[in-house]
């Protein structure tokens, strides 16, 4: 009988625990749009990457999966009379699909301190804009260098420009080359741009403009009836994806035409928000060899630029033989802002050593990309800044960021992502786990006193 | 050192002359007890020795000065682990053999898994040092590397006091079954307590992998809904219930 008692009750406790095994980690993590949190359905993906150079040119070809692609990032579409904006910067994955596909590429030569060990995270501070409890502001807040703040951890305590050229002219800023599958791509455009005391783009015109007319509230280009076939396009065919590479779906130079607010515009018909023009300038160093396409579930592109651009103040200049340090970021799934993915830092060699080497090829030919690829996790970053990561009050591994230990020699892509998810619900997550170690000890006390009163010695029982 | 010889007799009058010989008992207790912190100091002195000139040494801005270095809790884990696991072996071994070596090996039992205890306390405390506890308290797996530290310990404070009542008694009859099922309870949490230790370490195991195998993934924090934190407190009220009821019933 007493057996019988005590059975139960190792049962029950066993169950219990297994109970909580089962039901573990569940009713905290969840979308909550108010606080700017939409949590990616995958943490992690993939980036397939390879550079090739002939000592005048380098291109990098990036391969990575996309279920369904973006062709369109912001569109204005008429209804009752009005041009009203839709698309573009959303939290989380756009569910109509209008916001772009993009691949970035942070360059550095070795002049940015711990880019090479702890890549784009020097660049988070904070109060970026859509982390939580940042305030809406008109300007954006991007990402920045640390050394670029007199407090790294203040947005607002911008250096003295004269200090910005000084860190300027010792390298102390990152190359960053964009592609967009809306805003680039169709004209076979890269965009060139840099990550400093801001991210910015670098001198000259980048590949698009705004289509609007903000003195005639109105479009300044609709689509050439003559070469699209029709003015605009549907908005609902847009949002079903029935619009492809192979219809009429930017607005250039080719396939643009003023705009007419005269023609029978119907409830509807969208135009594309941006309107593609030629590069020029730094800002045009970066380019496709020809438009990319997304086939068979992969956005496949090729970027090309002149190792040596001439704009030492702005890009990032390649010599055979030399070494730098790459981190990658990857937009799909209509998704922008902090919904990316991104890459730790990976070391190139141009004919060196490296997690990614370059080959040479020879001069004026195209690459022939016999080379295989390197495989890259890319991984959803959350909002870790900087400042966090620094500061041993709360993070357990700031000792080690100050000896400069990189940070994949700590923590896999995987583990970074699942941290990064755990932080944007860090004070409700640490509070029910202190209520799990108090509800979890009063269990095993409750065990202990069971036993302890159903146990018998053998002389008990006679 | 025990004499077999002397503490081995069959008949039950001899047992209890043994169990009345509590202070010689009580003196042998302290004399291991004395010998086991007598090799932590030294084997922390030997680490200290070792750990000094490595490396470079970076003052960190907010870092508490009584921050210890890890070293020290990683040494002292080695102690409760081995007392612990030789205490559950021995557990497995009497619950299974009732052979004059297995009640041998079962007189050391509750000693070990008190020495395990003591070693534990002194192991979790050191481990408190190494970080603020506002840092370490903001990692998933120094959560929960906390938490399954505590579990271990306070389940183990529990068999220990459990051995030290009851003894041989734990292995009469079906009740062997009960001690081996908590026992082996114990041992898993030891087992996973460890590996969370080596994974904050930058040393992650199978075992690690095979917790996520089976539902945990030790990156995230281990933690109940609020409805299952309910279940436990009425779980553990239920569980004293029966324990009371369950007694007086049978009294």
């Keep these: ?462 | 050192m025990t004499r077999p010889t002397e503490t081995l007799r069959p008949s039950m009058r001899a047992r209890r002359k043994d169990d009345m010989n509590r202070p010689g008992m009580m003196q042998r207790g302290l004399r291991i007890g004395l010998a086991t912190a007598a090799l932590t100091l030294a084997a922390t002195g030997a680490a200290l020795a070792h750990s000094e000139g490595g490396g470079v040494t970076v003052a960190v801005e907010g870092t508490p000065s009584w921050s210890l270095s890890p070293v020290y809790h990683i040494l002292a884990a080695h102690f409760p682990v081995a007392l612990w696991m030789t205490a559950y072996l021995f557990i497995l071994i009497r619950s299974f053999s009732d052979s004059e070596f297995a009640v041998r090996l079962q007189k050391a039992i509750w000693p070990l898994a008190a020495l395990g205890t003591i070693a534990g306390f002194v192991t979790y405390g050191l481990g408190l040092t190494i970080y603020p506890w506002s840092a370490i308290t903001e990692s998933p797996l120094g959560r929960n590397h906390i938490m399954l530290a505590t579990w271990t310990l306070s389940y183990w404070t529990v068999m220990s006091v459990l051995g030290y009542r009851f003894r041989r008694h734990l292995y009469d009859g079906a009740q062997r079954w009960i001690t081996f099922t908590l026992a082996t309870i114990g041992a898993m949490a030891i087992t996973i307590t460890g590996t969370l230790g080596g994974s904050l370490t930058g040393t992650p195991s199978l075992v690690t992998k095979s917790l996520g195998w089976i539902g945990w993934n030790v990156y995230m924090t281990f933690y109940l809904p609020t409805w299952m934190l309910v279940v436990y407190g009425v779980g553990a009220a239920l569980l004293i219930v029966i324990g009371v009821a369950g007694r007086r019933r049978l009294a």
């Design chain 1, 1 to 462: 009988m007493r057996i019988g008692y005590l059975a139960f009750s190792v049962a029950i406790f066993a169950g219990l625990l297994v109970l909580g095994w089962v039901t573990h980690g569940t009713g905290i993590v969840k979308d909550d749009p108010e606080r700017n949190i939409v949590i990616p359905d995958e943490l992690t993906s993939e980036l397939q990457v390879k550079a090739a150079y002939d000592g005048t040119r380098i291109w990098f070809r990036y391969r990575w999966p996309v279920d369904r692609p973006s062709l369109f990032n912001d569109v204005l579409v008429y209804q009752d009379g009005e041009w009203e904006e839709r698309g573009g910067e959303a939290l989380g994955p756009n569910p109509e699909f209008l916001t772009e596909d993009r691949v970035a590429m942070m360059i550095d030569d070795g002049s940015v301190p711990l880019f090479g060990r702890y890549g784009g995270y020097i660049t988070i501070g904070d109060g970026l804009t859509t982390f939580t409890g940042t305030p809406e502001t008109e300007e954006e807040r991007t990402k920045y260098l640390p050394s670029t703040r007199t407090d790294p951890d203040d947005f607002e305590t911008v250096k003295p420009e004269s200090d910005l050229e000084t860190l300027r002219a010792a390298g102390q800023f990152i190359d960053l080359w964009q592609w967009r599958s809306s805003r680039s791509n169709p004209i076979g455009l890269g965009d060139d741009g840099y990550v400093a005391e801001e991210r910015g783009g670098d001198e000259g015109a980048g590949p698009y403009t705004t289509n609007w007319d903000a003195a005639t509230n109105q479009p300044k280009y609709m689509f050439n009836p003559e070469v699209a076939g029709a003015a605009a396009l549907s908005i609902d065919a847009v949002i079903a994806g029935d619009v492809g590479f192979n219809d009429t779906y930017y607005l250039s130079a080719e396939t643009a035409a003023p705009f007419d607010p005269d023609y029978a515009w119907k409830n509807g018909d969208a135009i594309p928000r941006r309107y593609l023009r030629p590069t020029s300038g730094s800002r045009g160093d970066v380019a496709q060899p020809k438009a990319a396409r997304w086939r068979n579930g992969f956005w496949d592109v090729t970027l090309v630029r002149d190792m040596d651009t001439g704009n030492p103040l702005d890009d990032k200049i390649f010599r055979d033989g030399g070494s730098y340090d790459l981190a990658f970021a990857v937009f799909r799934n209509a998704s922008t802002m902090r919904w990316h993915y991104v890459t730790l830092p990976v070391s190139l060699g141009l004919e060196q050593p490296a997690q990614m080497v370059a080959e040479r090829i020879e001069p004026g030919t195209e690459p022939g990309w016999t080379q295989p690829w390197t495989e890259i996790t890319t991984f959803y970053p959350g909002q870790i800044t900087w400042g966090r990561l620094t500061d041993p009050r709360q993070h357990p591994g700031a000792d080690r960021i100050a000896q400069r230990v990189p940070v994949a020699y700590r923590h896999s892509e995987e583990q970074l992502a699942l941290y990064s998810v755990q932080l944007e619900f860090g004070r409700e997550i640490k509070r029910q786990w202190i209520w799990t170690l108090i509800a979890s000890l009063g269990l095993i006390v409750g065990m202990g006193i069971n036993i302890n009163l159903l146990m018998r010695r053998r002389e008990d029982a006679k």
